[in-house]
């Protein structure tokens, strides 16, 4: 295991250990978490605030005021569901926790992931799949393991080095054709090549899929 997997994984476990409490051993930061659709689409980050609208910026302030020692923000009110889109990224909602492959933890309440393999912005999409021409339709083949739920709840999203992402906390996986998956824990697929998309088959391995940019 190198050093970037293993801080990545060293930081999972703290989250699962204390998810409330601020860590003093990972650099934290806050993802604003809306995109309204006048927006240029993305994460909003520090730094992108001219391109967010007025109510959007508003909202991030308020979140980042209500972080508590860096800690997590309050949860809101909204489940943890990811959007398999035809064609194209993951779309997460929900209260997330991201650990990044050196271990440092951010926290968001959108997410827009890359399935192609191609970002190189990874792990957020960046448009390449519509370079690449990526024509995964987003099918759902795997059944639920537990019942859907509207109760906000915490998700973990580990982004492994060279690897899948991984998350750990109830999600709600669904597509434009009504297919759906509920888990509460899995790993998916970020190189393009898993025969079981969005889910991991391994494939990363096969193709020398690299997460460097």
Not at 63 to 91: D, H, I, M, W, Y
Not at 109 to 115: E, G, I, Q, V, Y
Not at 192 to 212: A, L, M, N, Q
Request: glycine share 10%; net charge neutral; with cysteine.
């Amino acid at each position: 295991m190198d050093d970037s997997t293993r801080n990545a994984a060293a930081a999972a476990a703290r989250v699962k250990q204390d998810p409330e409490s601020a860590s003093t051993e990972t650099s934290e930061s806050f993802v604003a978490f809306m995109n309204e659709p006048a927006e240029k689409g993305g994460t909003a980050t520090v730094g992108q605030e001219k391109d967010l609208t007025t109510s959007a910026k508003a909202l991030d302030r308020w979140f980042t005021e209500r972080q508590k020692n860096l800690g997590a923000p309050r949860l809101l009110e909204v489940p943890n569901e990811a959007l398999v889109s035809n064609g194209g990224p993951l779309q997460i909602t929900g209260n997330i926790t991201i650990v990044n492959e050196d271990g440092s933890v951010q926290y968001a309440n959108h997410l827009t992931l890359c399935r192609c393999g191609n970002s190189g912005s990874k792990p957020n999409c960046d448009g390449q799949h519509l370079e690449r021409e990526f024509l995964n339709p987003g099918k759902i083949s795997e059944a639920s393991e537990i019942p859907a739920s509207q109760r906000p709840s915490k998700i973990t999203i580990s982004c492994i080095k060279d690897g899948p992402i991984t998350f750990r906390g109830r999600l709600r996986l669904h597509n434009q054709f009504g297919q759906e998956c509920v888990k509460m824990r899995g790993s998916l697929c970020r190189c393009g090549h898993s025969t079981s998309k969005p889910f991991c088959d391994g494939s990363h391995e096969k193709v020398g899929f690299r997460t460097g940019r």
